[in-house]
């Protein structure tokens, strides 16, 4: 599996990666949002973590969010 994503990332810190959607506090977060339901998630339904079409060398977990979110269709 891919190793997970740092928080220390430089793109995780520009796209504003948190661990946990539940804690965010930013301008562009929509409630019930996290990488479980994002669009560019490719992990297994259910899976705590999986890849993210964005980090590719990274796994990101599902209860994860950033500024990228885009909701899946
Ligand atoms: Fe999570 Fe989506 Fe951001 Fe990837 S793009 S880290 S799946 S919210």
Known sequence: PLPKLAATDPTAKALA???DATKVK????KPGS???NCNFFKGA???A???CTLFP???VVSKGWCS????KP
């Open 34 to 36: 996290s990488c479980a």
């Open 68 to 71: 990228a979110w885009a909701k």
């Open 17 to 19: 990666y948190a661990e």
């Open 26 to 29: 930013h301008a562009a977060f």
């Open 57 to 59: 060398k990274n796994s």
């Open 49 to 51: 973590s999986g890849p």
């Open 45 to 47: 339904k259910g899976a």
